[in-house]
């Protein structure tokens, strides 16, 4: 029973028409983005001299879920089913809590207590969130919102650098959100959709965002 649910094919995008293996080649391929962004903070982080090693363990943990989250992309997109979704959204949301924590912790200066409570005031903001009809969705909103507040409350505290940073990949972050929505309204005039480009707005979302903790700055 337990090997039938997780077995049990999903269809929610556009380009997806049957439940066979590789039916989505586009957004299948456009995960390579993924791979890429991963290589370059790799290169990033070797040349990288850090000068506490919690900066340094954080850093490969971000970097390492880039991959894991391409992986899992590239095995939803390939199988599209039960588990290889959960194999595509646990790492991503893995990914939103660990960076907000860490936004807090070092870019805001805050104790871990603090830290710590802002991802379960996340999770009860999401969880509520997904009762106004947005659940698929809650947790990129929670996480656009949150990356809005603090770069406000960086620009306040005079780290213009850190804000300038997360204000872009919000802005990038509203892009790609944007053209995943709009997959399936676009299957008429375009068969393959837009989810695609999430993909690799995405791929540039993440890679941001971990250069922006490595340096500090968007470099």
């Given at each position: 029973m337990l090997n039938v649910s997780l077995n049990q094919s999903i269809d929610i995008y556009c380009e997806r028409i049957?439940?066979?293996?590789?039916a989505e080649p586009i957004n299948f391929f456009t995960n390579i983005a993924f791979w890429v962004a991963f290589f370059l903070l790799l290169k990033k982080y070797n040349k990288k001299n850090y000068e506490h090693v919690n900066l340094r363990i954080y850093s490969i943990i971000l970097i390492s879920?880039?991959?894991?989250?391409?992986?899992?992309?590239?095995?939803?997109?390939?199988?599209?089913?039960?588990?290889?979704?959960?194999?595509d959204t646990i790492p991503i949301m893995i990914f939103i809590i660990l960076y907000l924590y860490?936004?807090?912790?070092?870019?805001?200066?805050?104790?871990?207590?603090?830290s710590a409570f802002s991802i379960f005031l996340f999770l009860f903001l999401n969880y509520s969130l997904s009762y106004l009809g947005v659940e698929e969705i809650s947790s990129y909103l929670m996480a656009l919102f949150s990356m809005l507040i603090i770069a406000c409350i960086a620009y306040r505290k005079n780290k213009r650098n850190i804000s300038y940073g997360l204000f872009l990949t919000s802005f990038i972050f509203m892009l790609s959100l944007g053209f995943r929505q709009l997959d399936l309204f676009t299957c008429a005039q375009f068969s393959h959709g837009t989810h695609w480009i999430w993909h690799i707005l995405n791929s540039i979302l993440l890679y941001t965002l971990v250069v922006l903790f490595i340096e500090r700055k968007i470099r």
């Open positions: 049957s439940p066979e293996i590789f879920l880039v991959l894991i989250i391409g992986t899992g992309s590239f095995l939803f997109h390939l199988f599209g089913n039960v588990w290889s979704l959960l194999a860490l936004a807090v912790r070092f870019y805001l200066e805050q104790t871990q207590v603090i």
